[in-house]
């Protein structure tokens, strides 16, 4: 008697290694699609920082009477007046210059609430005699 299940076993074993191989190339995507995620949220917050950190300059630069600030945002960037349900803020510091002739500067530092830094910049201008 001849055994007639031997195509049906390679069948099977042909079926379970293809959903194997499918199992495995699924969780690559969904892995790589998780990172990709994380990495476009860190580049949103950077971009958003860097925009805040660059208005904050530009105003800087066209106002003689700036001062140190301390300006605190939400989760969609939106400026809020106080700290408590911050997720972000931005901190100016002026630097007036410690000899004449020299430039004013400003450092402004974007963060998140718990100080851990996004973006910072320096920038400098010449001042009115």
Known sequence: MKNRNNGSRIFLTELMFSIFFFIIIAAICVQAFAGSFAKS???????????VATNAAEEYLTNDDFSC??????????????????????????TDPETKGKCQSIHLVVSTIEDEEIYSIVVEKALKE
């Open 41 to 51: 949220k860190e580049a949103g917050t950077l971009t958003q920082a860097v925009n």
């Open 69 to 94: 600030f301390t300006q605190y945002y939400d989760d969609n960037w939106q400026k809020i007046d106080d700290g408590s349900n911050a997720t972000y803020k931005a901190t100016g510091i002026v």
